[in-house]
């Protein structure tokens, strides 16, 4: 068998919010923001969502990209497990996605909330293993700096 190797990345994305981290944290774990920030939106129809915020906890979400780029039609499967909380402080979690049931990457990310006198400072940390036919690094920071500004426009609400 000819396998690709694995690609081994790391990347820091950091963002401030006019908010308490009280609030940003919220965002994270109450599962109707999570929902409107993480995997509603343009671009695709979810299929399934489901979260347990808790250390051991899990969070599924299914979805089809509706998006006209060439994965459109994919079915993508995000499935984590949330390993570190501290209330408005961190969480660590490790998640795969896959398309069409086939993962495609391996990752752990730390979000961390840090108080500043004008609101919050997150520090989004994400250590990624891609496997073949990922998504790769330029696409999964796009896409993680696009999820942090629709958190932005969630905590505007």
Same mark, same amino acid.
């Given at each position: 068998?000819?396998?690709?190797?694995?690609?081994?990345?790391?990347?820091?994305?950091?963002?401030?919010?006019?908010?308490?981290?009280?609030?940003?944290?919220?965002?994270?774990?109450?599962?109707?923001?999570?929902?409107?920030?993480?995997?509603?939106?343009?671009?695709?129809?979810?299929?399934?969502? &489901?979260?347990?915020?808790?250390?051991?906890?899990?969070?599924?979400?299914?979805?089809?990209?509706?998006?006209?780029?060439?994965? &459109?039609?994919?079915?993508?499967?995000?499935?984590?497990?949330?390993?570190?909380?501290?209330?408005?402080?961190?969480?660590?979690?490790?998640?795969?996605?896959?398309?069409?049931?086939?993962?495609?990457?391996?990752?752990?990310?730390?979000?961390?909330?840090?108080?500043?006198?004008?609101?919050? &400072?997150?520090?989004?940390?994400?250590?990624?293993?891609?496997?073949?036919?990922?998504?790769?690094?330029?696409?999964?920071?796009?896409?993680?700096?696009?999820?942090?500004?629709?958190?932005?426009?969630?905590?505007?609400?």
């Amino acid at each position: 068998m000819n396998t690709q190797p694995v690609t081994h990345s790391i990347f820091v994305i950091e963002r401030t919010y006019p908010t308490t981290p009280e609030r940003v944290f919220a965002a994270f774990s109450d599962p109707a923001k999570k929902r409107r920030w993480f995997v509603d939106g343009k671009g695709s129809e979810i299929q399934d969502f &489901k979260m347990d915020f808790r250390v051991g906890g899990l969070e599924h979400s299914r979805f089809v990209i509706t998006a006209d780029n060439p994965v &459109k039609g994919a079915v993508i499967t995000n499935s984590t497990t949330y390993q570190d909380i501290i209330p408005n402080r961190r969480i660590v979690l490790a998640y795969t996605m896959s398309m069409a049931d086939k993962p495609f990457s391996a990752s752990q990310s730390t979000f961390e909330f840090v108080p500043t006198e004008k609101g919050t &400072k997150l520090l989004f940390t994400e250590q990624i293993a891609f496997f073949e036919n990922s998504d790769g690094i330029e696409i999964r920071q796009d896409g993680w700096r696009k999820l942090l500004d629709t958190l932005g426009q969630e905590l505007a609400r």
